[in-house]
């Protein structure tokens, strides 16, 4: 039987979602969500805890079945291909992977080479220049060997994400990459992101929670609440102090970013600054 659909993904679009309900067992997370995420493009999925955005990264990775709707992956039902030829089109860093206990850091960055292996391949310079590279690219080279249950919770994170880069799949989606780093790797990893969605032309969708990364980074955002998509496209359209006010129920200042022009988000919290009574106001992360 074919694979393919009646209603075809638009050839800007590597991912599309069409009609999807989103749902674990009986709990619906959404109900007909359609969303194209454009091929080629650095997409940031934002929105308040719980709203839905890393079950719909979960369905676009087909890692989590719709209860219904279509995935569709180079305008392909993504459930009608192969496990192995999903893994080397589509890379996935889920939240809180956990590695099998006594790996080492080189050993896990290698088994992103597994879409590429068969029974009869033997390993290759390519695989091991792709394992390198990706330790490199990620400031592990130096930890290789150490076990990943010795590592720090940011170390472990970059682990995680050298082996979604060793798979060098064209499509990458991150559920919040930056959880557990400091700013330094935070920053180190958008940027990586970035030079690989630039110069590799690689598709890129990325959970954020922190808006300013998001506004930065981001060539497409898209919006969630509540298990819908509530506004999507260029970051300085999409945010508003009213959208920030629907969605995350804070006022906001939208000012220009002084270091790309873009839009730069300051909050005010719902309490007031203790010494001038002021509202207290931070950095757009919610």
């Known amino acids: 039987m074919s694979d393919a659909v009646s209603d075809p993904a638009p050839e800007h679009s590597a991912l599309r979602a069409v009609d999807l309900t ?3 067992d009986r709990r619906v997370v959404g109900r007909n969500l359609s969303v194209d995420i454009p091929h080629g493009e650095f997409t940031v999925i934002i929105g308040p805890n719980a709203c839905g ?7 676009l990775s087909r890692l989590l079945t719709p209860a219904e709707g279509t995935v569709l992956l180079d305008g392909r039902d993504i459930h ?4 192995r030829e999903v893994a080397t089109r589509l890379g996935l860093l889920p939240q809180s992977a956990i590695a099998p206990p006594g790996i080492t850091v080189f050993d896990l960055v290698r088994r992103g080479r597994y879409p590429h292996q068969s029974i009869l ?6 695989d091991e220049r792709s394992v390198r590279e990706a330790l490199a690219a990620t400031r592990m080279t130096e930890l290789a060997d150490r076990d990943v249950d010795e590592l720090s919770g940011g170390q472990r994170q970059r682990a995680w994400v050298a082996m979604v880069l060793a ?3 064209p499509v990458l989606l991150l559920d919040e990459p930056t959880t557990f780093l400091d700013i330094s790797h935070q920053l180190a990893l958008m940027e990586l992101f970035a030079e690989l969605n630039r110069t590799a032309g690689r598709t890129v969708v990325a959970v954020l929670h ?3 990364h998001a506004a930065r980074y981001a060539g497409h955002l898209i919006v969630m609440s509540e298990g819908r998509i509530v506004a999507e496209g260029k970051p300085v359209d999409v945010l508003t102090g009213p959208l920030l006010a629907q969605v995350f129920g804070v006022d906001a200042v939208i000012v220009e970013d002084p270091l790309n022009g873009g839009p730069l988000v300051v909050t005010a919290h719902p309490g007031r600054d203790r010494a001038t009574g002021a509202p207290e106001r931070t950095a757009g992360r919610t």
């Open 210 to 212: 922190d808006i300013n």
């Open 167 to 169: 798979q060098e799949s």
């Open 22 to 24: 989103m749902a674990y």
């Open 53 to 59: 955005k890393s079950t719909l990264l979960r369905s």
């Open 80 to 83: 009608r291909m192969r496990a």
């Open 121 to 126: 391949s033997r390993w290759s310079d390519s």
